[in-house]
DNA sequence: ACCTGAACACCGTTCAAGT
DNA sequence: ACCTGAACACCGTTCAAGT
């Protein structure tokens, strides 16, 4: 990255300040990402971004509201099922396209106001999809933190992927495993990495987790 | 923490760093760990440690070896429901107890080797259910997903819960909501804060899942 | 091998100051 | 208000050296 041109004076602004950070936050990942890296990608000192943002913490946080309140997380149409699912998924996507997410979510759940509108729309399916006001809460709160870990669970394996030290390193350890002690994971070894990650891994949870859900209504 | 004694000769150990480090990240969290710290309450220098370490990241992955390796994540009798509930319910335990692991976990995916234990019983348990390898490898990985998932939203709101400061702002932001944009969400607040964490928020989960799961082995 | 202090190349942030 | 350089109190780690 070459050091920018300084920036003519005025031409900072918060907005360019998270945009830029998203961007290296995109381009770098977390671990490269740092104040003093952000400053330097803006033409300009890093006790600037002080003017902007109390600290690195209230930066990242801005960072993540941006993301969030950007995407569009709603789905209101079609039948509960296809809604719960189509919520789901843009929520997932929205990580997939910016893993960074995950690390922002991670040190701090997503309160009500960060990804309202997605907790509106479950809400909403949910209540009038007939679930009782407990159970819907108990159902949002569940798909969020499913779909989270499920998510960063691929962005993990596939971070991993692309690593081939690690990539040897998990082989290594696969192979080494006693198949007296634990015979199913041996036996597994080759399914568990054909079928981990991706869409298909993603929608055989959900839809189990619909699976379930159907059988709720039914049991009213 | 007073800087212990130094410590005698040849007292040191793999094994004893490791402990320590553990004692360390269970007391103060993952933000207050460091090296130094770390060497300070062991009454050495910090350059000793490198003699058992490659480094701070090959340190933290035996804390996670060690955790895992110990805890029983094994459960082989009762019926299959049974003993995925039981399988979940320690994984979730162990990360309760141990909060770091969410870090240690979350930074990279266990690994076939790390949770051997719990994957052979989970694996097999699924395989005698009448599951078929890819089935069972999939139902795998969205286990562990949603159990990581899950749980670690509801330790990160424990700690919310926590900071009063944290708490307030919360509070402030829910009542700000907009009831005309999300109402939904507001008619939700307090059911949402009632059921947020706990037992009984994991459980519904569970069970949620294991419905669809029984219903995936009806329809064989 | 085990353990050391000094030093290096970084952090995020405080401070006093300049426009 | 916007922006600055110098400095502070930290990091994890390399290095050359000591037992």
Redesign the interface.
């Given at each position: 990255m070459p050091p920018r041109p300084r920036a003519p004076r005025n031409t900072l602004s918060r907005e360019l300040v998270v945009d830029t950070a998203l961007r290296m936050l995109d381009e770098g990942g977390i671990e490269a990402f740092g104040v003093r890296a952000l400053a330097k990608e803006l033409g300009v000192g890093p006790m600037t971004l002080y003017t902007y943002f109390r600290g690195k913490e209230e930066l990242l946080d801005a960072v993540r509201g941006q993301l969030l309140d950007t995407a569009s997380l709603t789905c209101l149409h079609g039948d509960w099922q296809h809604r719960v699912r189509t919520i789901c998924q843009r929520l997932r996507q929205l990580i997939l396209d910016h893993p960074c997410l995950?690390h922002l979510l991670?040190t701090?759940?997503p309160?009500?106001?960060d990804a309202?509108?997605a907790?509106?729309a479950l809400?909403?399916t949910l209540?009038e999809a007939g679930f009782d006001?407990?159970t819907?809460?108990?159902?949002?709160?569940?798909l969020?933190?499913?779909?989270?870990?499920?998510?960063?669970?691929?962005v993990?394996?596939a971070a991993?992927h692309e690593d081939p030290d690690r990539r040897r390193?998990?082989r290594d350890?696969?192979t080494?495993?006693d198949p007296k002690?634990?015979?199913?994971?041996v036996?597994?070894?080759a399914?568990?990495r054909?079928?981990?990650g991706g869409d298909?891994?993603f929608e055989?949870?959900l839809?189990?987790?619909?699976?379930?859900?159907e059988?709720?209504t039914v049991l009213k």
């Open positions: 995950i991670s701090r759940p309160s009500g106001r309202a509108d907790a509106e809400l909403r209540t006001e407990e819907a809460a108990r159902t949002y709160t569940m969020l933190g499913h779909v989270l870990g499920v998510t960063s669970l691929e993990q394996l991993e390193h998990i350890t696969m080494g495993l002690r634990h015979p199913a994971l036996a597994h070894t399914a568990l054909r079928t981990a298909a891994q055989f949870g839809e189990l987790i619909i699976a379930g859900l059988r709720h």
